[in-house]
Structures are given as structure tokens and as C-alpha cells.
């Protein structure tokens, strides 16, 4: 973890950044549903089946169903069709047990109540503050679309995607390991922009709530492990601050 000092932020511009946050929210989910409206249309020859995608709502409850289809198909034995053959299936999280496992753990974690502040995506033309101090500003949403084309039909087989994040060119959300950092990450993105937004303690408390959650459960997965001690921490994910070179940009800071 990398720690740094931090030079006073101007609160009228805190202030205007907290509510272009807000903002950035609303405009952020629906540009990403008419987008997947738009795909669902070309996509999709079936009138029929286009219910479930049209009475879709992105939140964290739809987002825990689309994760939960993952966990699923992870019960069954068709996992080899879902995840590229370049993942590779022997390190610990990527296991089928324990790579659903990680779902398991993501599924729950999308289930607290606050999660849903976490899932929509920030838009940088309505909220420049944030991505001028976040370097990986991404959300629940860009986690879960990585992984399943029809997230907005969890009742059905997921049909999966390579796993890749744009803003994280070098992790792959196939990767246990990856997806469980990318998962901390936006939690930790919050708490390093509430820190220079000025935003109250409820909220670090409500983010600090849900990191708790996420990592007592990948702690429980690698305590009932049958590993060595020194397995056990080369498989455990990184845990970053929120001063950490890759989390915050130094010089904006």
C-alpha cells in the first residue's frame, strides 16, 4: 500500500462535486440501460422472451439475480463453456468450487442494504472531480456485464462475455482472484472519494460495513482451505487503502 499525504480540498468545489455525483448516477444508469435496450433489440429475434430485459431495473438486488445465474451454471457442469480456455483453472480461485465460491461471496455482498450506490456508473462529463482522483472508476455493473451478455434476464442460462473491463485491461473478472480485488476495489474507489468530497462519516461507515462483509467471506473460503499457511497468503487477494498509488491519482491528491 502506498501512503501519501493530502492536500486540502476546496469544499464549494467539494460541495459541487458531491452533487454532480449524484447526478452522474442517474444520467450513468440510464445511458447504460438504453445502451442495453439498444443491443437487447438487435440482438434478440424473440419477441417472446424480451419481458424480463424490458421490466429490468439495474440495482444491486437485479444485479445479485444476474450473479446468482453464474453461481448456478457453477453447480453444474457446464463451467467450461463460460470462462476462456486462457484462464487458468488450477490456481485457487479458479477452481469451479472456488471461483463459485468468489460468485457466492460477490452475490451476498450485492444483497446489503447501501449496495445500490455502489452499482451505476460515474460519468465523467457530469463529474470530472471524481475520475481527476479515481484511477479505476468502476462499478457493480461494469463487474457483472463483464462476465454475462444478459444480466437482465437472470431467470435464464448466462450467456457469458471474455471478462474484460475496460478500465482494467489487465485483469480478467474470469480470474477469481481479479474479480474479488475488482469487487474490493469499488469499495475502496468510495471511500478514497468521500475522503477529498467531504462526505459525512455515515457514509465511510456504510462503505467500511460492506468491506467488512466482503472480506470476512473470503477469509471464511481460505480458512476452511486445506492449504499451508503459505498457500493460504499467496492466494489471499490484495487488500489496497484508499492512498494507494493504484487507487488514487498521487498528483491530484
Given amino acids: 500500500i502506498n501512503q501519501g499525504s493530502t492536500t486540502p480540498v476546496n469544499t464549494s468545489a467539494s460541495a459541487t462535486a458531491t452533487t454532480a455525483a449524484a447526478a452522474s448516477i442517474t444520467a450513468g444508469a440510464r445511458g447504460r440501460s438504453q445502451q442495453d435496450e439498444h443491443d437487447d433489440d438487435d440482438d434478440d429475434d424473440d419477441d417472446d422472451d424480451d419481458d424480463s430485459a424490458e421490466s429490468f431495473e439495474l440495482n444491486a438486488k437485479s444485479l445479485a439475480e444476474s450473479v446468482g445465474s453464474l453461481v448456478r451454471a457453477f453447480s453444474s457442469s ?145 480458512q476452511r482451505a486445506n492449504i499451508t499457511d503459505e498457500q493460504r497468503r499467496f492466494a489471499t487477494p490484495t487488500r489496497r487503502g484508499e492512498t494507494s498509488g493504484f487507487v488514487v491519482n498521487k498528483k491530484n491528491t
Avoid at 78 to 87: G, Q
Wanted: aromatic letters at 10%; one cysteine or more.
Fill in 78 to 222: 457446464s463451467t467450461n463453456v463460460l470462462r476462456p480456455k486462457s484462464i487458468n483453472r488450477s490456481s485457487f480461485w479458479n477452481t469451479n468450487l472456488k471461483y463459485r465460491q468468489a460468485l457466492e461471496i460477490f452475490m451476498d455482498l450485492l444483497r446489503q442494504p447501501g449496495c445500490d450506490s455502489y452499482v451505476h456508473p460515474m460519468e465523467q462529463n457530469t463529474n470530472p472531480f471524481y475520475f481527476s482522483i479515481i484511477r479505476h472508476p468502476i462499478c457493480f455493473y461494469d463487474i457483472v456485464h463483464a462476465l454475462v451478455a444478459n444480466y437482465d434476464q437472470p431467470s435464464k442460462a448466462p450467456i457469458s462475455r471474455n471478462g474484460k473491463i475496460a478500465l482494467l485491461k489487465k485483469w480478467n473478472m474470469w480470474n477469481g482472484h481479479e474479480l474479488l480485488q475488482a469487487i474490493d476495489l469499488v469499495l475502496v474507489n468510495a471511500l478514497a472519494y468521500g475522503k477529498h468530497a467531504g462526505e459525512q462519516r455515515s457514509e465511510r461507515a456504510r462503505v467500511n460495513k460492506l468491506r467488512k462483509k466482503l472480506w470476512a467471506g473470503i477469509k471464511s473460503v481460505l
